[in-house]
């Protein structure tokens, strides 16, 4: 069974640019988190999609957006970036949301640069 | 929302047990103890979880203490492929889920 799968695995981008990752998430998961992973802060919740919806969002400006396909799959996307938006971002997708015995399965991050 | 304190960082011997313990002192009662772990260069990985007995997998155990404010991760034999940040952290079983990640505790492993 193929993983989560993210693309692009770098990208390197101006500020005052826009940008969108991709998530694959594994077959058969319908729900998709990000979460942005910086060295000072630490992985951090941005949003979680289930049925093309939104459920949940963190605190985050509105520059950080995302969306989720009928195939489950997801796109982020940040406007106007800024330096300090440069982070790994993450994926992550798990058979539905809530479910606490169905655990997150992480995809291995797109390296976001800003300069 | 709950917090848990782990250690900055730890080392073992290779083909020794390692424990990595986290506390999490304002638990509540249907919050379930997650461990993730995440190798150099990759997205985190899910160890185990458990609520308030002790856990086994493959991968590792977790033993919970009685009060539920602290827990322990157990390798029971560390190899150089265990090295990476273990993450312990706190799920609501009741409600829509947020995890709250902490820094993690990063294992050395010395051969």
């Known amino acids: 069974k193929a993983g989560v799968t993210q693309t692009p695995r770098y990208l390197i981008k101006t500020r005052g640019q826009q940008v969108t990752l991709s998530c694959s998430p594994i077959?058969?998961?319908?729900?998709v988190s990000w979460y942005q992973q910086t060295p000072g802060q630490g992985l951090q919740f941005l949003f979680e999609y289930f049925s093309e919806t939104q459920r949940n969002k963190g605190n985050f400006p509105g520059r950080f957006s995302g969306r989720q396909f009928s195939n489950s799959r997801s796109e982020m996307n940040v406007s106007t970036l800024e330096l300090g938006d440069s982070a790994l971002y993450l994926c992550?997708?798990?058979?539905?949301?809530?479910?606490?015995?169905?655990?997150?399965?992480f995809g291995n991050g797109t390296r976001l640069t800003v300069t | 929302d709950a917090k848990t304190t782990q250690p900055n960082s730890m080392e073992s011997n290779e083909e020794e047990p390692v424990h990595l313990p986290c506390n999490h002192s304002t638990i509540s009662g249907t919050d379930y103890i997650h461990w993730y772990r995440q190798l150099p260069s990759q997205g985190p990985e899910y160890v185990i979880h458990?609520?308030?007995?002790?856990v086994n997998n493959r991968m590792a155990s977790l033993a919970i203490a009685e009060d539920r404010k602290s827990s322990t991760l157990i390798l029971h034999r560390a190899t150089l492929r265990d090295a990476a940040v273990y993450y312990c952290i706190l799920r609501d079983g009741d409600s829509n889920y947020q995890l709250i990640w902490g820094a993690g505790t990063k294992l050395i492993i010395k051969p």
């Open positions: 992550a997708s798990s058979l539905v949301p809530g479910q606490i015995n169905s655990p997150l399965h």
């Open positions: 077959s058969g998961h319908r729900s």
């Open positions: 458990g609520l308030t007995s002790n």
